[in-house]
């Protein structure tokens, strides 16, 4: 693990460069969206700047060279094996759900989902006018998990006809183990729901923790899912617009195929190729560098937040970068605090309502940036929470 070719520290400059995330006042320290203030791997610079040096940009196709290197990465780092013909290119995880929505479901069919989870696959439900079906997730010792009776009652539903799952999942960190997966993927196939599994942070699982591809379960569950990646979140190329859809079933196949060529969501702009090759194929030696470094990240915050802030619980994670933080001793509703937090300190997280479920105590915060600027935002967290709490009756008293 080479972590001093890797400099994680760079204060990276994001302002003025179209950044959805910095798209903030200039005191502000935005720790919110999920993607991170690191500089991509060098591999996948020099890629793009050799495409770059070609200086013409048509229109782009998919050579085979990109099903070998999807192949080989899971095969490699997942040990699933995936077949050339089993993959799709899309250009985003979020287009191919939407897509998905509309050709494998009917309007006003229920969608089901395990909140709290990732707020676009309400948006991806509720604008194709289906009906988001929530699970909710069980919150119990500080962790999450399955309520297989409400799960099976909900999927038994006739109106029911997809499930869209999240392994590892956002915003809770949870890697679904192998018993997880196949009760709940058994439970779809007995009632005949169809599987929409995001695995777009599996990269992201933190060392020493093993993610289980959803489809690598049971060949049965192979054939009932669909699978959804990119090498966007891991190497830090949100935005590029490259992902992957994995369906095993020809016929299941053939009709994803149809709906994102329909939807024009099924060609490459001149990088997305180039993005997904080169991490895949060449960039290993830095995400593992990275995963070190999060995970240093992730001791700092939980080392900060038990010393400061002991009320609070930042919540056992198994993957991704963001942190997902238990604020009920100080609020109902982290709402309110998230305001305060970015009006009185410019911290800028996520509040956790918009993910549904129990999140409206908690809060999302995302310490994929270099440590000095995770200990000013830790800085500003435990100032902006000590003044809030202080302004508070107090939640048992309310
Ligand atoms: C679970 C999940 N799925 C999908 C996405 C976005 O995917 P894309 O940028 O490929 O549309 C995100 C981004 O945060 C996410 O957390």
Redesign the pocket.
Known sequence: MNLVNYNFDKMTNRFGTNSYKWDVGSKELPMW???MDFETSPEVIEAFQRRLDHRIFGYTSVPDAYYEAVAQWWDRRHHFHVHHEWIMFCT??????SSIVRKMTTAGDNVLVLAP??N??YNSIVNNQRNVLVSELVYSEHTYSINFDDLEEKLAAPETTLMIF?NPH?PIGKVWDNDDLQKAGNLCIKHNVLILS?E??CDLTHLGYRYTPFASVSEEIAQHCIT?V?P??AFNL??I???SIIVPNPGLRALVNRGINTDEAAEPNAFAIEAAISAFTEGEPWLNALLSYLMENRQLLEHLIASQLPELEVIHSEA?YLAWIDCRAVTRDTKALCEYLRKETGLYVSEGSMFGGNGSTFLRMNYACPKARLEDGLRRFAEGVKAFQSLQIPANRS
């Open positions: 969206v999920a993607d985003g995880v979020v287009p191919a759900i989870v990732y676009i696959f999240c956002n995001d777009i942070h959804c990119a966007t979140k949100a935005g617009q490259s992902s991704t």
